[in-house]
Structures are given as C-alpha cells and as structure tokens.
T-cell receptor, first 115, second 115 residues
Framework: AQTVTQSQPEMSVQEAETVTLSCTYD???????LFWYKQPPSRQMILVIR????KQQNATENRFSVNFQKAAKSFSLKISDSQLGDAAMYFC????????????WGAGTKLIIKP | NAGVMQNPRHLVRRRGQEARLRCSPM?????VYWYRQLPEEGLKFMVY????????ESGMPKERFSAEFPKEGPSILRIQQVVRGDSAAYFC?????????????FGPGTRLLVL
C-alpha cells in the first residue's frame, strides 16, 4: 500500500527567507501524481503545486517549486521569499496514475512565518 | 467561476441526531469526493460519486454513513445517529471528469462537532 510521510510536524522561517518542506512516499507504481496542498487557518484546502512522476522537470508555480527525486521517492516543496500569507498547514499527497481519486495524504507540516 | 461550495460550514449535533452535509461541485464538474480530516491528521478518503452513482465507497463506514449525488442538486453526506467520534472536518472535492490527469478542487469543509 502507498504511504506518504511528512517528517516535520512544524517548520518556521523568517519572512522573505526560503524554506523547504520534506515529503517522502512509498509506492511500487512507476507512474503517479504528487501534490502539495495548503490549508490556511480558514481551513480551506488549496492546491499549491502538482507533479507528474513521468516528468523529469520539477514543477514550479511562482514562488513555489518542488524537488522531485523519483529514485529516492522524495518530493520536497521549496517556498522562496516567504510571506506572512504563506503561514498554513502544508500537506503532501499521492495519487496513482490509473485512478483520479483516493488521494493518499501525509500528516502535514505546520509552517510558521516570523515577521 | 465559483469554487466548490459546502454548507453548513459549522454543524453542532447531539449524540444520536442526524447530520447532513452538502456539497455543490464547481460548475462543469460531475465527479465528487468526500474526505474526513481528524484533528492533527491528513485527509482520509471516504467516497467517490458521479451523478446518481456511487463509484467507490470503500473509505466510508458501512453503518450510519451514506452519500448521494442526485441528478439535480448537491451531493449529500449523511451521518445517522452521530457519536462523538464523528467530530471532524468533512471536505468535499470535485473534478471535471474521472480521467487520471484531473485535479481535485476542494471546498472549505464542514466542521462537525458532536456534543
């Protein structure tokens, strides 16, 4: 069975600095999708970034980028120029290629931004 | 284009009562997913529905829980005879199709508190 592990329950970063959130996963599949979702205090779940495992190029969305290491089964999220609005819980999630549902979620990392 | 809408945002029930949670998918989306989030945890898949069909309910408890997505109107997650352990945030997500490349978009969630 697939599992997703986020080993950092909480991270803090100074405003305008860069922070990296870790995520590892376990799967025997060769094709799959990986996601980072953000859950701010409002508790809305917001898609931050998505990576297809068959793509070697790391996904990027403005200040958010990933470091996808398929062999190591690692999918870290880098947030550059951190802003106060980035403070939230960040969840890493996995989904098989042949199924568009049944997201498998990590336990989350709480990101604190220090002004 | 309005996002996924859920209501109520907060619901308080006494043990033994019924809880009805509603989800209106994004315009043009015909696939709905329900997840449950316990405190300090990631989301857990419950059920996947298309219009008038339950595709996968493997994550939903067999007793007291039911879900529907009628031809007209929102998807409903119904919990009968609620117990304290049902207290959680319930998230609904929708996608345009069931194709594997589709991303799920989440609603703001319904926080259920059972007294």
């Amino acid at each position: 069975a697939q599992t997703v592990t986020q080993s950092q329950p909480e991270m803090s970063v100074q405003e305008a600095e860069t922070v990296t959130l870790s995520c590892t996963y376990d799967t025997s599949e060769s094709d799959y999708y990986l996601f980072w979702y953000k859950q701010p205090p409002s508790r809305q779940m917001i898609l931050v970034i998505r990576q297809e495992a068959y793509k070697q190029q790391n996904a990027t969305e403005n200040r958010f980028s990933v470091n996808f290491q398929k062999a190591a089964k690692s999918f870290s999220l880098k947030i550059s120029d951190s802003q106060l609005g980035d403070a939230a819980m960040y969840f890493c999630a996995y989904r098989r290629m042949d199924s568009n549902y049944q997201l498998i979620w990590g336990a989350g990392t709480k990101l604190i931004i220090k002004p | 284009n309005a996002g996924v809408m859920q209501n109520p945002r907060h619901l308080v029930r006494r043990r033994g009562q019924e809880a009805r949670l509603r989800c209106s998918p994004m315009k043009g989306h015909s696939h709905v997913y329900w997840y449950r989030q316990l405190p300090e945890e990631g989301l857990k898949f419950m059920v996947y529905l298309q219009k008038e069909n339950i595709i996968d309910e493997s994550g939903m408890p067999k007793e007291r829980f039911s879900a529907e997505f009628p031809k007209e109107g929102p998807s409903i997650l119904r919990i009968q005879q609620v117990v304290r352990g049902d207290s959680a945030a319930y998230f609904c997500a929708s996608s345009r199709s069931g194709q594997d490349w589709e991303t799920q978009y989440f609603g703001p969630g319904t926080r259920l508190l059972v007294l």
